[in-house]
């Protein structure tokens, strides 16, 4: 069964510090995502990536950057966190065909204060 | 770009009821369609998709889906809903070619109250 990690379920940070959220697949998926989930405003995607150091933007990637050195690790970052970006973040991964399912970790919901 | 409709933000139905949740896309080509569902306090997982052939599709836990291409919609239905069917449910689309990402709805809350 394929297991995406993702390394806190909950973090609580300060505005302004730097923020690592950390996400490990074990199924050699050639694709990884970070979304956010927002209430009423369902997933909304972050970065992508389809390879080892190869990274797109999503739909909302201000404020955001993030690492892929390893194909089964996607590192998202937050440079200097904001109470707007308070919410969950969901990691993704899938295989790299147009139709494979993605495979979601449990989530970190990430507070800043 | 493309972009999902999930018509109801929250739907309360009483056991034995029969769901059927909305779901419209905008995208003129080809698509590959997904349902997902998230039990409280569990990670977002599969219930189904289409990609092609038969467009009424056969998922998890008695749920099933039916693609009518002309109203660009992607409806998931049961025919009677179990307590345990309380989650909420997002629709998702991406481009049938090309390796692009999924694009989410906002996601229909689904309360089953005995």
């Known amino acids: 069964d394929v297991k995406v990690t993702q390394s806190s379920r909950y973090l609580v940070k300060r505005t302004g510090e730097k923020v690592f959220l950390e996400c490990v697949q074990d199924?050699?998926?050639?694709?990884m995502f970070w979304y956010r989930q927002d209430p009423g405003l369902g997933l909304r995607l972050i970065y992508f990536?389809?390879?080892?150091?190869?990274?797109e933007k999503g739909d909302i990637p201000e404020g955001y950057s993030v690492s892929r050195e390893k194909k089964e690790r996607f590192s998202l970052i937050l440079e200097s966190a904001s109470t707007n970006q308070t919410s969950m973040y969901l990691c993704?991964?899938?295989?790299?065909?147009?139709?494979?399912?993605?495979?979601f970790g449990n989530g970190t919901r990430l507070t800043v204060t | 770009a493309q972009s999902v409709s999930q018509h109801n933000h929250h739907v309360i139905l009483s056991e034995a009821a029969s769901l059927e949740l909305g779901c419209n896309y905008s995208?003129?080509?080809?698509?590959?369609l997904f349902w997902y569902v998230q039990y409280p306090g569990q990670h977002l997982q599969l219930l189904l998709k289409?990609?092609?052939?038969?467009?009424l599709v056969k998922g998890i836990k008695g749920f099933e889906a039916e693609f009518i291409k002309s109203k660009f919609s992607f409806n998931l239905r049961k025919p009677s809903v179990q307590w345990s069917d309380t989650a909420e449910y997002f629709c998702?689309?991406?481009?049938?070619?090309?390796?692009?990402?999924?694009?989410f709805g906002k996601g229909t809350r689904l309360s089953v109250i005995a």
């Open positions: 990536s389809y390879d080892v150091k190869m990274k």
């Open positions: 993704a991964s899938s295989y790299g065909l147009y139709n494979s399912p993605l495979h």
């Open positions: 998702a689309v991406n481009a049938g070619s090309g390796n692009t990402p999924l694009v």
């Open positions: 995208y003129g080509g080809t698509v590959n």
């Open positions: 199924m050699d998926h050639e694709n």
């Open positions: 289409y990609f092609s052939g038969d467009p």
